[in-house]
């Protein structure tokens, strides 16, 4: 038995104001959320939502997380970036070179994302979120093919890719060198058994295959906050 993808959760200063910005770059509408975010829900076959819980730690560094936006073509590009820079955007030189065809941006709060150009063979056929690319090694993402149950797509020169089987995004990972973790990631993965699921069994597979529990200052929860093997904080909702 394996885990579902509930959703990727972001810490934000002012959940209201960041969750407006993915909302209107997405096109995906709020729900209601028990935890005193808020919650947007795919409009497309992503098969996960996207929360934002308050925090007030500061950003620190680069995310290890970050989405990757496709175009159709070279104009569909430019909208996306001009709606995004609308909706309080800006744009951010991370390394990036002219010649790789996509847009770095950052989101309200700092939030880097990239819209990528058209012709990408790589994410031809995963809709507008295109990929969540992440930093991590070639472990971590044996791991969470495992965890979630989704088979790899990519696995060459210690990069790779797991996808759903029933479709959407890429969840890639680059390879070393991975860069240095800075204090708790604004980005993690809420995760959850299915309705018929035993989470304390979960989290006891979770560890066999590389995860450890942490303490966050979480205190009483009804979720267990854990480590994947590159030490970044993911969360095992109870059964849904």
Not at 84 to 97: V, Y
Not at 215 to 238: N, R, S, T
Request: proline share 7%; with cysteine; charged share 25%.
């Amino acid at each position: 038995m394996t885990c579902h993808l509930v959703a990727l959760c972001f810490d934000a200063h002012d959940p209201l104001r960041l969750s407006r910005f993915w909302a209107g770059v997405l096109g995906w509408e709020t729900a209601d959320d028990l935890h005193d975010g808020i919650t947007l829900l795919p409009s497309d076959d992503t098969g996960f939502r996207i929360r934002f819980l308050p925090s007030r730690e500061k950003k620190t560094g680069q995310n290890q997380m970050h989405f990757d936006l496709t175009s159709t073509s070279l104009d569909d590009q430019r909208r996306t970036v001009a709606r995004a820079l609308e909706l309080g955007a800006r744009h951010i030189d991370i390394g990036q070179r002219p010649e790789e065809g996509h847009v770095v941006l950052a989101d309200p709060e700092g939030n880097e994302l990239c819209v990528i150009g058209p012709g990408n063979k790589f994410l031809a056929d995963c809709g507008f979120i295109g990929a969540l690319a992440c930093d991590g090694s070639q472990e971590v993402g044996y791991f969470w093919s495992e965890a979630l149950g989704w088979p790899l797509v990519w696995d060459q020169d210690q990069e790779t890719a797991i996808r759903s089987p029933h479709g959407g995004p890429k969840i890639t990972w680059g390879g070393p060198p991975l860069m240095p973790k800075t204090g708790k990631n604004r980005l993690h993965f809420d995760i959850a058994p299915p309705a018929d699921g035993d989470q304390r069994a979960e989290v006891d597979r979770l560890i066999s295959l590389g995860a450890k529990r942490i303490d966050i200052g979480q205190g009483e929860v009804g979720w267990v906050v854990m480590a994947d093997p590159d030490g970044h904080e993911f969360c095992v909702l109870p059964p849904r």
